[in-house]
């Protein structure tokens, strides 16, 4: 049974930090594809960034780039995001994911995912 419990989200200030962590068990992360998605009150869930498993390539959505930085431990199994200069249009709930086995399509869309977390609240007040 694969479970991912994010952490660390909150309150915070525009032009602050957060750091966001995703504990996973029952899937080794070095061995699959992740990703973080965000879902604000009233709109869809909509793609954050993503790490593929082989030489840790990334991507971003065009609105954090520059700002998030997604990462992971292997030894803890653990992945993270690294949020700066966080503004109030990121308030949102931050689920990780993981990528399907031997999935070989995109990873901007949920599709991708097998696997998912409840979430973690972020909040940026203006």
């Known amino acids: 049974q694969v479970q991912l419990v994010e952490s660390g989200g909150g309150l915070v200030q525009a032009g602050g930090s957060l750091r966001l962590s995703c504990a996973a068990s029952?899937?080794?992360?070095?061995?699959?594809?992740m990703g973080w998605f965000r879902q604000a009150p009233g709109k869809e869930r909509e793609f954050v960034a993503a790490?593929?498993?082989?030489?840790?390539?990334?991507y971003y959505a065009y609105s954090v780039k520059g700002r998030f930085t997604i990462s992971r431990d292997n030894a803890k199994n653990v992945l993270y995001l690294q949020m700066n200069s966080l503004k109030p249009e990121d308030t949102a709930v931050y689920c990780c994911?993981?990528?399907?086995?031997?999935?070989?399509?995109?990873?901007?869309?949920?599709?991708?995912?097998?696997?998912w977390g409840q979430g973690t609240q972020v909040t940026v007040s203006s």
């Open positions: 790490i593929r498993a082989n030489a840790g390539i990334t």
């Open positions: 029952g899937r080794t992360l070095s061995n699959n594809g």
């Open positions: 994911a993981s990528v399907r086995p031997y999935y070989s399509g995109s990873y901007y869309y949920t599709r991708a995912y097998d696997y």
